[in-house]
């Protein structure tokens, strides 16, 4: 190719790209955007329509309608006004005929995305439009407690919308100016001053939406003074909230927000008639013709005096904020925490009252001067319902601190502890399909007599939750045929048979149980394995599986009566649900629908469920199932929350229990949480019942919102009352997060932190999991959560009152330790029965008196020569030994531990409880039952040792003997001997 025809190539007009026309452009966005719109109300509006279904089958209608009615009117506000402040001047100043065309698009599309931004708030505004006062008032600005909780986040949404409108208006009027002025040459124009220039771009609705911009910013100053009531304090003894500093004398923080008001209404007239004069000016000296007065002459524009105005103005904010400051390090640090008393009690009374913690009962804890007889701690009613099978599974938190890292590389895994779990699913599962997701404590009166159980659920798990499993693989199946799960599973956690299992009172498919009482409905439809899933009931051609049989298999059919679950009774709810579930070949052409009697079951889980019809409760992520009225039941516990009570300390609420949640629960910033509702879901037919247990101002103003939604606790059905639980997470935050500092309620003592208390440990799990060597690093220690015990009153020292001796008192309790220590401190216990539910008592060691740890204790069986002998022996034979929940029992108002140790075989994990160690005043003893154990503590150790190194192998000496087996009792089949073992020489 020659020079020429090179030169004329490369000039051609197709070689190089071209910038494409704006209409081009436009036609091209246009049809994107509006495909994109398209998709998104295709995946919105089928949700909306399913949501409405779903809560008017469950009677719950109104609560769509006020929803949607406050949503739309908020949707309805926001779309007129940001369309309104981006279309008039794009209409009014704009040339470019695209660019006006365009201009009622780009509103609309703008509308839109802020409307629906905008109704995402709704639930701040309908608490604000029916508040119920909190009937107290803050101490420094005299409001009600509700005005904070209610009205002031809906004010600061409101504010936050009006900024935002006023910066899209004036960007909109900015470009439609420029639009106009362009074409015009000014831009380029070397004639015209730059000042002028921009003045040029100056218009009234700019100069109205400015105004508005600084008025709402103006705005936020003056309310950011009731922000000083939830200020982080984080070097002062006032944790949060308003201090010496923000409220007392003429430099204040508070008298600084006024200052700066004031001073900023000045500088936003100075730039408003800056801009309104530098607009004048510029049309005067460039467009003659634009100015109202033609006849008068140019004159120069200059900033010099507006800028010193502004500046001036400036230097009086920075003097005032130095004031602050110098006062601060002159009078206030060197005076604390004196100066500072009034405000850190007003922190310390509203934190405790926040968390619902200024009621707690404290008793001192001092221990009997005698040590109790064996025969006198088996008396115990207490120790007899000992919960020596755990009824929860343990997780480390996540992230996982560094140390336990290699126990999750070895493992593969972040559980820790559930033995009661590992032995149900490998006696109970019975069938691939079953899974059990969690073990739970629940509680009967059987005969008149209270019992404690470790109960779980036989579920069918969602294809999510369970995996691609051959009988989940296919819509037919996963949608159609495996549709539910069957029984519960229970065994009294204060049994064990001789192989160190539990006693089953239920078990079996189908369920056998070992009493009326748990006679029920086995069905689980709604779960919590039923995660993502939805199930079609009632269907032509095919019934659904319900279990196994001996010789293949028994179908069932969902009652017809039964009004659970959707209608899909029109091919128009296909389509919805086809769209809303992306099923659309299923729901739109499957021949098994059919429209006189199908119905689609959705939100199947019990969390699930509750959060489409309460999205505003927090739910403790901890449901549990439990029988009444021949019903399997789920219970949740949800909690009213805010973050805006004043002085409380601010914490984060979420899953940090030591049972993992199966779904995911966000977390929330709270300073004020109330235990309030209880939920029962139908795990049957899917019915829910929300019962409102607290007179919260809170729930009690969603009461307002929703009529008729919650019941009264006087609806609550008897047998449902008596499973009544302490919400865990709610424990958790009070006495993990914030009782452990706010007991010290002397304000000196606060500030100095002089009795910090921290949550006891304890050795909990496999020890030499696949770690480096066993004996080391292996026996890694974990805080306490909130455990279930039946305690009995009796057990706990004088004037704890908290009922009747002998009457068993189902409660959850934790210890602590005083921080960098290992000794006892306080036993913190939460009653849960009704008639005593919520009560809290803390039963406080006295300082300078020392009782042993739960640490401790496991220091204590740790340092026993027997058990270490026969840990090793385990483990040298191919046994993994799983340390259990080294439980601390209140008994005649003294203390003892006790921990059962478990034995897992590598081949087949099938947990046994082999041995029960017992530490009490000091001395520590190990048997194959409970009860021997306790019954050695009447035998020396001395006399232990000399009998035999292993005692639950060989015969103790006649006398210990005698002294160790206690009264007479029936004959048991003695348990096979090992070969002896040469008795070590005494010292």
């Known amino acids: 190719m020659n020079d020429d025809i090179r030169s004329e190539f490369l000039l051609s007009p197709t070689f190089f790209p071209t910038i494409p026309r704006p209409a081009q452009v436009w036609r091209s966005l246009s049809f994107w955007v509006g495909i994109a719109y398209i998709l998104i109300i295709l995946r919105a509006v089928p949700q909306i329509i399913v949501d409405y279904w779903f809560l008017l089958h469950l009677g719950r209608k109104n609560v769509f309608w006020t929803n949607f009615t406050i949503q739309l009117f908020l949707f309805a506000i926001c779309l007129i006004l940001f369309t309104l402040v981006v279309y008039i001047p794009i209409r009014k100043f704009a040339v470019s005929p695209t660019f006006r065309k365009a201009g009622i698009h780009i509103s609309l599309w703008i509308g839109i995305f802020a409307g629906w931004l905008f109704s995402l708030s709704y639930q701040k505004y309908l608490l604000a439009f029916h508040a119920v006062p909190f009937g107290e008032q803050d101490l420094v600005f005299g409001k009600d407690i509700g005005f904070y909780v209610f009205t002031l986040p809906a004010i600061l949404i409101s504010l936050t919308f009006i900024t935002v409108l006023a910066i899209t208006g004036a960007m909109a ?215 020596i099978l755990p009824t929860w599974a343990s997780y480390l938190e996540e992230p996982p601190d560094l140390h336990h890292f290699e126990r999750i590389q070895a493992a593969g895994s972040t559980f820790i502890y559930g033995p009661v779990l590992e032995l149900y699913e490998q006696e109970q599962q019975l069938r691939p399909y079953y899974k059990f997701i969690s073990v739970d404590g629940v509680r009967y009166t059987i005969e008149g007599e209270k019992r404690m159980y470790a109960s779980a659920v036989r579920e069918l798990p969602s294809r999510g939750l369970h995996g691609p499993k051959t009988w989940l693989k296919h819509w037919g199946s996963a949608a159609l045929m495996y549709t539910h799960g069957f029984g519960l599973v229970m065994s009294p956690v204060n049994q064990v048979n001789q192989e160190g299992g539990p006693l089953y009172a239920m078990h079996s498919v189908p369920p056998e149980a070992s009493h009326p009482m748990f006679e029920a409905e086995p069905r689980i439809y709604f779960g919590e394995g039923a995660k993502d899933d939805y199930i079609l009931t009632n269907i032509r051609y095919l019934k659904e599986f319900d279990h196994a049989t001996n010789q293949f298999r028994k179908e069932n059919v969902y009652p017809p009566e039964v009004e659970s679950g959707i209608p899909v009774d029109s091919f128009f709810k296909r389509l919805i649900l086809a769209l809303d579930t992306m099923d659309i070949t299923a729901f739109l052409f499957s021949r098994f629908i059919d429209h006189d009697q199908t119905r689609v079951h959705i939100y199947r889980t019990p969390m699930q469920r509750i959060r489409h019809i309460t999205p505003f409760l927090f739910l403790d992520s901890n449901p549990y199932a439990f029988i009444a ?79 008729g939604l919650f019941e009264p606790i006087s609806a609550m059905p008897e047998d449902v009352e008596a499973q009544l639980t302490y919400p865990i997470q709610l424990f958790h935050i009070q006495f993990d997060d914030i009782y452990k500092r706010y007991h010290q309620q002397h304000p000196i003592e606060f500030y100095n932190v002089e009795d910090l208390w921290d949550d006891a440990d304890e050795v909990v799990g496999s020890l030499g999991a696949g770690l480096v060597e066993f004996g080391t690093g292996d026996q890694m220690t974990f805080s306490y959560e909130g455990y279930n015990i039946l305690l009995d009153p009796a057990d706990l020292p004088p004037g704890s009152d908290i009922g009747a001796p002998g009457e068993l008192q189902f409660v959850m309790m934790m210890p602590y330790t005083p921080e960098g220590a290992r000794n006892l401190r306080s036993l913190v216990i939460a009653l849960q029965d009704p008639g005593h539910y919520g009560e809290l008592l803390n039963l406080r060691v006295p300082q300078g008196v020392f009782i042993a740890g739960p640490e401790q204790a496991d220091t204590s069986i740790d340092n026993d020569a027997q058990v270490n002998q026969q840990i090793t022996l385990w483990v040298r034979h191919g046994s993994e030994v799983t340390r259990g929940h080294t439980i601390l029992l209140p008994a005649a108002g003294d203390l003892i531990y006790i921990e059962p140790l478990w034995i897992v075989s590598l081949q087949n994990r099938l947990p046994q409880i082999k041995l029960f160690s017992v530490v009490y005043r000091g001395r520590t003893t190990m048997a194959i039952t409970l009860e021997e154990a306790l019954r050695l503590l009447d035998v020396t150790e001395a006399e232990e040792q000399r009998a035999n190194e292993l005692p639950w192998w060989r015969e103790l000496p006649p006398e210990a003997k005698q002294k160790a087996e206690g009264p007479p009792k029936k004959q048991q089949q003695p348990p096979q001997r090992r070969k002896k073992c040469p008795n070590p020489t005494p010292p």
Request: proline share 5%.
């Open 173 to 387: 009027a900015l470009i439609a100016r420029y639009n106009q002025l362009r074409p015009q040459g000014i831009f380029k124009s070397i004639k015209i001053r730059p000042l002028y220039k921009a003045g040029l771009m100056i218009t009234n609705p700019l100069n109205a939406y400015l105004l508005i911009l600084g008025l709402s910013l103006t705005a936020r100053t003056f309310l950011s003074r009731y922000g000083l009531l939830f200020k982080d304090n984080e070097e002062s003894g006032v944790r949060l909230g308003a201090e010496y500093l923000d409220i007392e004398g003429f430099f204040s923080t508070l008298n600084m927000i006024n200052v700066s008001v004031l001073l900023e209404l000045g500088i936003l007239a100075t730039v408003g008639i800056t801009l309104y004069r530098l607009m004048k000016t510029s049309r005067k000296n460039t467009h003659p013709k634009e100015s109202d007065d033609n006849n008068s002459p140019k004159r120069r524009f200059s900033l010099r005096t507006p800028i010193r105005i502004v500046i001036g103005l400036l230097a009086i904010d920075l003097a005032f904020f130095l004031g602050v400051v110098i006062k601060n390090h002159l009078i206030v640090a060197p005076n604390e925490p004196t100066i500072q008393i009034p405000y850190i009690k007003r922190h310390i009374a509203a934190t405790l009252k926040g968390y619902q913690l200024e009621n707690i009962k404290t008793v001192d804890w001092r221990l009997p001067e005698e040590p109790l007889t064996a025969a006198r701690l088996l008396e115990s009613k207490t120790v007899q319902n000992a919960p």
């Open 629 to 707: 009225d021949k019903k399997i039941l789920w219970m949740l516990n949800a909690l009213t929350t805010t973050k805006n009570y004043p002085y409380s300390f601010r914490e984060v609420f979420g899953d940090k229990a030591d049972e993992r949640a199966v779904e995911n629960f966000p977390e929330r910033i709270i300073n004020y949480a109330e235990d309030s509702v209880k939920i029962c879901v139908d795990a049957y037919t899917g019915e829910v019942h929300f019962y409102k247990i607290a007179e919260d101002p809170i729930i009690n103003t969603w009461d307002r919102v929703y009529p």
